[in-house]
């Protein structure tokens, strides 16, 4: 072999190994956004703010969604490696859709702990995204890995940036703006609109998106039945599948940009604000970047 030969075969498997190997993808420091999302399941990120993801991607920002569990009670039929496995196929080309990235922590669902070793993993994902925005669910809702997640992410809010805890990854050096995706908990406080988002443009590309996770409801996941299957179009009737998503999107989307109405009109303006259909909201979590409304205006670079 020619020692060129040599040196172009080595410096391709030196690339090919530091793309594998690399946490932070080659795209860094190109001057764009960089925004994290949490769900607990493989279906949250997508279905809280799969919308916003896909506004940011089309701009050329780059997008993680993560879910901190596997996934693998959620159904009512199947469970254990083959559906944490199914699930993360669906996530993965769902994804894929939006424009953004998978991860899929091995962890059981209903299983998670907002243990020390959960929050060093989650400081861990934050800092090697190098995020300037990380989505949550708030630490009040129904479902125990949905609350951990809240917690966890609350307690990496601040310590993503102190250098001597998980000092194998470097900290952060501006604290990111942290958020939470929107929920109908009333207790202790209801969700508080802060940033809401017109997806009007995108709501398609979400519908195409979501419908690459039949586990969770044209199945019914972990609610599902008999009963629930009977009452969907077949897979076989891919067209009658998408209007049944639709429909079921149409209202809950709607009613999103309907209870947040107030605050798409501050942001859009009175005429754009009040003809927006479907909509994602934010909630700005106390414990990170305190934003001004022009710094909004940068991190989410959709408002008029
Ligand atoms: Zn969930």
Not at 36 to 45: L, R, Y
Not at 79 to 90: F, I, K, S, T, W
């Amino acid at each position: 072999m020619k020692p060129t030969a040599f040196f172009s075969i080595t410096a391709l498997i030196f690339c090919f190994s530091a793309l594998l190997s690399s946490p932070v993808p080659a795209a860094d420091d190109d001057g764009k956004l960089r925004i994290i999302v949490f769900g607990a399941h493989p279906d949250d990120a997508q279905y809280k703010a799969g919308g916003t993801a896909a506004k940011w991607a089309k701009l050329g920002h780059h997008v993680k969604l993560v879910s901190v569990t596997n996934g693998d009670i959620g159904h009512w039929q199947m469970a254990g490696g083959p559906l944490a496995q199914r699930r993360l196929a669906e996530v993965k080309k769902a994804d894929a859709l939006i424009g953004a990235e998978t991860q899929v922590l091995d962890i059981h669902d209903g299983e998670l702990t907002p243990s020390l070793e959960n929050r060093q993993k989650i400081i861990h994902i934050i800092r090697e995204w190098r995020a300037d925005i990380v989505i949550a669910h708030r630490p009040w809702d129904y479902h125990p890995d949905h609350r951990y997640v809240g917690v966890l992410v609350q307690d990496a809010a601040y310590m993503v940036a102190v250098p001597f805890i998980c000092s194998d990854v470097p900290p952060l050096k501006k604290n990111p703006l942290f958020l939470y995706s929107s929920d109908g908990f009333k207790k202790p406080y209801p969700f508080q609109a802060d940033i809401v988002v017109s997806v009007d443009d995108v709501f398609d590309q979400k519908l195409t998106a979501i419908h690459e996770m039949p586990s969770q409801h044209y199945e019914g996941g972990a609610d599902g039945s008999e009963e629930h299957v009977a009452k969907v179009p077949p897979a076989s009737d891919e067209a009658g599948r998408k209007a049944w998503l639709r429909e079921r999107w149409t209202k809950h989307q709607g009613g999103e940009a309907n209870r947040f109405r107030d605050t798409l009109i501050k942001w859009y303006g009175a005429e754009k604000g009040a003809a927006v259909k479907f909509a994602e909201a934010f909630e700005i979590c106390e414990y990170g970047r305190q934003p001004k409304p022009e710094e909004i205006k940068v991190l989410f670079p959709f408002f008029p």
